[in-house]
DNA sequence: GTGGTCTAGACCACA
DNA sequence: GTGGTCTAGACCACT
């Protein structure tokens, strides 16, 4: 029995503070977060933000001039400016080989807590949950339209943030407070970061969140997880599509 | 709505190493990893496994002990050991009744992320998952058979932590992090309490367990899940039963 | 009444070298040795003083921040800064007061152990004794000049730790251990409240002083003795004075 | 300035328990506490009354055996034998210097704490005092004639404590606390060894203590201090006959 | 250039 | 052979 027990304790490292703001730093950079050509927020601003000392966030952007990610200019008007990735092929394959794996892990886990929470606010949603739910489609709805006439950034933004809201309020009408901090991690976790790099809308995302409410509303939880399942699936099929481009 | 972007860059905290092990020894003691009454390694094989010194060790055994989780004794034949919770049954029963929104919650996400869990790790398992999950069923039935026969507090407890491990063994062979944290912080925060209480068997938990794994080797996952569904739900009806009397 | 003889062996206890640290550091402040605002030695420094590890200052040192003593601040320019004890001066009156006793009991005390000490020192002082104690009154001479003139309390903390050196030097110079210790414990008890209280200077104090000190040249131990008693006198009805308003 | 505070804090040494038992060990053989041919108390008892393992007792009194203070015999009826000293007269000579200086330091000691203690008695005795006073006075005379007409061990035992109670006792009429905590210490650390060593009496004793008591009585200060003293120098000077043999 | 934390190794007291 | 304490030295984050 006493390897029962081996699993039980693993090695533990303490991660200096500055790979810490590296690994973010990348991380946002990596995500288009920060765009070649964008100026990063000042060292002090950075600074705050992290909640560390600017001597540490010097460490970090020295590595990060290093790699070649952030341009360094001293001075008046200086600052740091994203740089354009310069591509290798080997090195992009791996990341994508990286990626994928975690790209599949997080799907799998919004899969799983996402249909849950469905599942459950079909059977226990409110008259008030509907009716923010509602409110926040046919916002959807609008900000859809005009960003898709207008090619307006703006309004791109704007769908994102009620899409998240959306599937937060479904979680939220499951009554479950452990399984809506799950939804609201897996999303802010992925959708986030997803969402920015590609920048740009699936138009048929509302069509789903449509037949979503409609079974929500009309108590059918398999139905509603079904639907959600499908509508989650079909955006890992967009980003998969887009990685193997 | 422009500054949901803004959560790119998050403040960063350092975790000092004896926190990370507080939390490691913690979740071991939440998950009946170690059991009342067991001793954990000694000082110097805690440092080793965990890859830290023995202060570290030290300042995260301080912790614990002052939280009453566990003993020291010093002296040859000394060492660290699991101590039993102190809780009255009665009070455990009221504070139950009060909390039974919190049960009903607690059961939903374990239903919801265990379920998740089996279903993929019937696509998923590898052979040396289904040995490790067929030598833990071994172990419970063994463990099983004596408590029952001598009425064994020690295999009582034996068979508990071999359960927990059978649960996250199957988490495990999902192969996804986050789903695997999942399923130890639903079963961590029922563990405890629940184990305690009952202190008891659910005699056919094994037949459960038995079925489970076949349909996870025999990669039929929502089998496996339905399974799994059923087996949680006993429990949670045994519970329910209890809390009713 | 044989058990008179069985103090022979009596309980030992080894003190942790942190403890150590501890009571010679507070002895110190007490003493005003240190005065609020100063700043301590640095960590590393202490370390080398006292003789133990940074580790083991380390642990003295949260001792007394947590008593308050002291406050640690990080950084260059950093350190471990002497608190200035907190009291209400009405309060601290009615504390008074209420232990006329005590304070009584503390100058009785102080009397018999100083004029003790002094009478000794006035038959054994070498020349380095009066050289310090010499020293020590030309420091005193100046700080309480410039405190008169600038009203400094900067000025006025230093001739108290050197009134505070003085005294100390006398008991050093009467050669017993024991009896330095006594004087060392009498002052301590009375220092930090009365120092704090009055915060301000008996501008005779000097006069005591000098004539103390050209008995003990002298070598004429009984007009020391009687020179210190006065002076000691003249404190304590300064404060009784001040408890009497 | 700073060389104030270069006395202030002086290094630290952390004393092995077993290096304090050997020396409590060795106090009480070199004082005579145990002679030569009696046996000690047993390891499990010294371990009791010292408050150590018997690990601990066992480091010190190999210590001891290997300076041959002890014998140590094993198996049934063993145990631990103290040894006559071996005398090295260079040796003997050394110790003497350092037990005079350590008894110079002592009976100063004594003189000014208990000199101060009569004083003060003088002026505050009470009629319980005195008549507790007068008890003990009583007690030690009678014990004082037995023991001289009946060479009687006990009896001597018995006026030694009773002289011990006589001097503390006019310390508690002092009314100062700290002062009779003093003359304890001062009593404890040199007048029982002192008596042990010799253990013999001091026919006159008696008269100083009827001569102290009387100007006591009587609220003379500057006379019961002066007796005190006078009584104090008189077991100084047969302490100090006896060392120059 | 300060305090904060950790490491590796030693010695000790304990049972 | 256990936990309890200390040491020496390193690296880190802060200011």
């Known amino acids: 029995m006493s390897d029962v027990h081996a699993s039980a304790l693993s090695p533990v490292r303490q991660i200096p503070a500055h790979e810490l703001v590296v690994d973010q730093m990348r991380l946002a950079l990596e995500l288009g977060q920060f765009r070649p050509g ?41 600052g740091f ?8 092929a080997a090195e992009m394959r791996r990341e994508f080989r990286r990626n994928k794996r975690a790209i599949r892990d997080a799907f799998d886990y919004r ?25 926040l489609l046919r916002g959807m709805d609008t900000a859809l339209h005009t960003a898709l006439a207008e090619q307006s950034a703006q309004h791109t933004n704007d769908f994102q943030t009620l899409d998240s809201a959306f599937h937060l309020g479904i979680a939220q009408a499951a009554q479950n407070d452990r399984l809506l901090d ?22 048929n995302a509302n069509d789903y969140h449509e037949a979503i409410l409609e079974a929500i509303e009309n108590r059918e939880p398999e139905l509603a997880a079904a ?19």
Not at 51 to 78: C, F, K, M, P, Q
Not at 81 to 88: C, E, H, K, N, R
């Open 81 to 88: 400016t994203v740089q354009a990735p310069v591509y290798d």
């Open 38 to 78: 964008d100026r990063l927020p000042t060292e002090r601003e950075l600074a705050e933000i992290l909640d560390v000392s600017r001597t540490t966030v010097r460490a970090a952007v020295a590595v990060l001039e290093r790699e070649g990610l952030i341009a360094v200019r001293r001075g008046r008007g200086g």
């Open 227 to 245: 639907r959600m399942e499908e509508h989650i699936n079909d955006t890992r099929q967009t980003i998969e599509a887009w990685l193997k481009r």
């Open 182 to 203: 799950a939804v609201a991690d897996a999303r802010r976790r992925m959708w986030l970061p997803v969402g920015a790099i590609f920048g740009r809308l699936e138009p």
């Open 111 to 135: 899969i799983i807590v996402e249909t849950g929470a469905t599942r459950l606010a079909a059977g226990r949603r409110r008259a008030a949950d509907l009716n923010e739910l509602h409110k």
